[in-house]
């Protein structure tokens, strides 16, 4: 049974960082791409960042590049989401995420080319 199971969210102020880590079991982690989706209240759920397994390419949403980094280890199974210099906007939850059908970095950041899902880790800015 896969299960994904985020943490490290929390309360943070405009500018400050936060490491967001993504448990995986039930799976062999390096055989998937793998993503960090984020919703906030009112929106659509959107994709931030993927390591895809052909080649493992990051890709990041425009609204996050030089200030996010996603990161594996595939020895312990684990997703990371190193977060610096936040925004207000940047508040949601977190999801981790992963799939097998992504072609592109493009189709990677895609809630399509997902299959499973972690329950989320919320994340909330506020000074």
């Known amino acids: 049974q896969v299960q994904l199971v985020e943490s490290g969210g929390g309360l943070v102020q405009p500018g400050g960082s936060l490491r967001l880590s993504c448990a995986a079991s039930?799976?062999?982690?390096?055989?998937?791409?793998i993503a960090w989706f984020r919703q906030a209240p009112g929106k659509e759920r959107e994709g931030v960042a993927c390591?895809?397994?052909?080649?493992?390419?990051?890709t990041y949403a425009d609204s996050v590049k030089g200030r996010f980094t996603i990161s594996k280890d595939n020895a312990v199974n684990t997703l990371y989401l190193q977060m610096n210099s936040l925004k207000p906007e940047d508040a949601a939850v977190y999801y981790c995420?992963?799939?097998?059908?992504?072609?592109?970095?493009?189709?990677?950041?895609?809630?399509?080319?997902?299959?499973?899902w972690g329950k989320g880790t919320l994340v909330t800015i506020s000074s």
């Open positions: 390591i895809m397994r052909s080649d493992d390419k990051t």
């Open positions: 039930g799976i062999t982690f390096d055989y998937y791409d």
């Open positions: 995420a992963i799939g097998e059908d992504a072609i592109s970095g493009y189709v990677c950041l895609k809630e399509y080319a997902m299959d499973y």
